[in-house]
Every structure is written in structure tokens, then in C-alpha cells.
């Protein structure tokens, strides 16, 4: 049995993949939040890179980067989270807000009451709306393919990436949670 | 090029838990260096998000650009490394040059047994019977 640890699909490997995208590149894209003061959203549905594209923005522009995770799956409750926000939020900081849907009208007009002074701010979410859209997110088979041959070349050669991308309805999190299941239970 | 070491006393990388983790640390800096920590920590890694607790730090204030001191921790009772199906848990010393990029990270497996402790799959859980109490409708 495999140990969880090498794993190729831990999430510590999933979530190490670059921000890749055949319709634009990382630079065009802080170009867009730039020419928008630093304001920008990126949306898309589930498991298509939100997060990962969200974190390499930030990573590129750098500052104190502030990470709030409002999604589904988060542990704490939205009132703490927020909570855990700087109470001064200053030019320097740049936040990156994850999961901006969970967020009503009410909350999210508090949240960026606190939010907007910070020198940028990227939130993701389904749909557009709060922000300025900078990105749309979108997976397709090929997109998969490439993503797990970084990971394990093997499982491409072996494993139905088609028909698992089309029983995930795109979604690569997903995806990837079941090779992580493959790999845990294969012998050797 | 900066080179921080972390040398264990025995080359030692398997502790009971409870059991003393002592050695010594090097450092040969480019430039001196604010601060160096020794954490003595527990991490997970696996399917779902990572954990990682510092257990014991040291810190080194003001160590110049090369140095060596000894240093000796007490290791808690737990948790023991192991590894099941969905996580790994793994401790490690890291020493860190701060502030700065430098760390330099040993792995040690803290178990009662001489390697990480395996959880096995238990497989599908036994269907549960039904245990009817009272008079049975006919």
C-alpha cells in the first residue's frame, strides 16, 4: 500500500501544480487587475483553478498576502474567518478572498468595507458580480491530462481520464481525489 | 552558499515517544543571520489539507555566520507517526535561518514500534443486524 505521503495526487502535489491556461498567460492577467486599480474576480465552477489562479496573482504581486477561505469546505465558521482578517488593512496587503459566493449581500458589503483598502484584492467565485471579472476558469479533458501526467505519467497510459473527466463534470478536484483513491488502493 | 545541518546525536532517526531528540546544529551563513530556530514539529500530508504542529522551537539569537550549538529536546507523549490510507503523519526538525530562505529539514519517525505505525484498511464495514425489541406484528 501506498503511503498517503507519495501519494501523487496528495494535495500537497495537487495543490504545488502551476496556474495554467490556454487563453491567456499569468502577465496578460495582472496586466487586466492592474488596469482595474487591483480589483478583479475569478470565476468558474467547481474544482477548475479558481484558488490555484487566485494564490499565483497574489504570489506575482506580491505584498502581505492575506488568504480568506470561505469555501464549502472550510473548517471555521464565515463570522471567524472574517474575523481573522488584519484589523488595519493597509495598501500593502493583498487579499485574496476565496469563495466570495458565500458571502449574502450584507456580508459581503461589511467584508469589503474592511477589504478595500488594501493595495489588491482577488476574490473568486461562480459567477460574476461583486468584482470585476478578470478570469473565466474552464477545464477540458486535455487540461486534465496534462495536469496528471506532471503528476503520474502511469496513470495516463492506464487510467480512462475521458470518462472520468466527463463522471466529474469537470470538475479537477474531484478528479484528482479519485486517482488519489486509485493510487491508495493499488498494489506496490 | 549557506549551509545549515542538523546532526543527530547516534545518527538516530527513530525516537519512542517521550525519549530525549538531542544533537547539534551548524551553520555556515553568507551573511549573517537575525535569528536561527530549531522546531521540532509534526506535520500531515495525504488527501485532504495539511496540518503542521510545532511541538518544541529553540531559538538561536544573533548566531553570526557560523557557529554550532548543542541542543536537546523531550519528545511528547504523541502523536505516534503513522501512516493509514487517507494521511500520513510524519515529525521533522527544521532549522531555520531568520530572516531568510535558509532551512535545512531532518525526518525522525516517533513510534513505539520500529518503523511508522500502519493503519490497515478495515475494509467494508460489517452490515448491522436488526434487532427487533418488542412483540413481532404478525
Redesign the interface.
Known sequence: ?I?????P????YVEALPFRCAASNLDDLIDRLVSQQGRGAVVGPHGSGKTTLAEALAQRVGGDIVRIHLGTET?QPLTSTIRSLPRVVEPRHTIVLDGAEQLGPVAWWRTWRQLRSAGTVVITGHKPGRLPVIHECSTDPDLLRELVAELSPEIVETFDLDELFSRHQGNLRLCF?EL??VC??SEG | MSELRIDLDGNRSHFLPGDDVAGRVVWRLTEPSEALELRLFWHTSGKGTEDVVIARSHRFDAPGTYGEQEFRFRLPAGPYSFSGTLITLAWSLELVSLPGEGTERVDIVVAPTPVEVRLQSLGRPPKSEIIRIGPVRR
Open positions: 500500500m503511503r498517503p505521503v507519495d501519494n495526487f496528495a494535495s500537497r473548517r481525489r488519489y483513491d491508495a488502493t
